[in-house]
T-cell receptor, first 110, second 113 residues
């Protein structure tokens, strides 16, 4: 089993739709969780950290479920500009070792 | 504020040739990472430095890959000799402290022919 697993997609959704991605992790001792966004042929950029109580940033909501060992990202009112690959990142092993998932590709259609 | 700088952006070499990539992290960031990213995959850590010390190089193929960060600022990643399977994007990232938000450079796209 991979340390961090994501559904690769692709997810093709119309503008204005709500879409959710899940990411599972194998190390129950993991403490830090992030979502990064990567545009085509660009570098990854931090979208948001994921806190135990869940957190929201505009149209984006991140949640953590420790019991089932997964994190989720919800995007409401999708925009064309949301089209990208979303990478789940989890600390594995020591607190300073981050592991990236393979990414979920999202395309928002006009 | 300048971001993470990498050079070259693109490199095409023949197999068995050496190649080197350079990275200058964000000023003040003591943690530096080198990642390899293949198409359709997430970045995979090659090596992590805290200041000039390599604290995690377990995924670095040491028979052909080497890295250095002599003064705890910029870093060089070298492959010698390159193999066809080394074709990928090599990303450098830095953070204020290990485990914190990582800022990535634009990457070096390596093609080995």
């Amino acid at each position: 089993r991979k340390e961090v697993e994501q559904d690769p997609g692709p997810f093709n959704v119309p503008e204005g739709a709500t879409v959710a991605f899940n990411c599972t992790y194998s190390n129950s001792a993991s403490q830090s969780f992030f979502w990064y966004r990567q545009d085509c042929r660009k570098e990854p950029k931090l979208l948001m950290s994921v806190y135990s109580s869940g957190n929201e940033d505009g149209r984006f909501t991140a949640q953590l479920n420790r019991a089932s060992q997964y994190i989720s990202l919800l995007i409401r009112d999708s925009k064309l500009s949301d089209s990208a690959t979303y990478l789940c990142v989890v600390n594995t092993g020591s607190a300073r070792q981050l592991t990236f998932g393979s990414g979920t590709q999202l395309t928002v259609l006009p | 504020e300048a971001g993470v700088v990498q050079s070259p952006r693109y490199k095409i070499i023949e197999k068995k040739q050496p190649v080197a990539f350079w990275c200058n992290p964000i000023s003040g960031h003591n943690t530096l990472y080198w990642y390899l990213q293949n198409l359709g995959q997430g970045p995979e850590l090659l090596i992590r430095y805290e200041n000039e010390e390599a604290v995690d190089d377990s995924q670095l193929p040491k028979d052909r890959f080497s890295a250095e960060r002599l003064k705890g600022v910029d870093s060089t990643l070298k492959i010698q000799p390159a193999e066809l399977g080394d074709s990928a994007v090599y990303l450098c990232a830095s953070s204020l402290g290990a485990g914190g938000e990582q800022y990535f450079g634009p990457g070096t796209r390596l093609t080995v022919t």
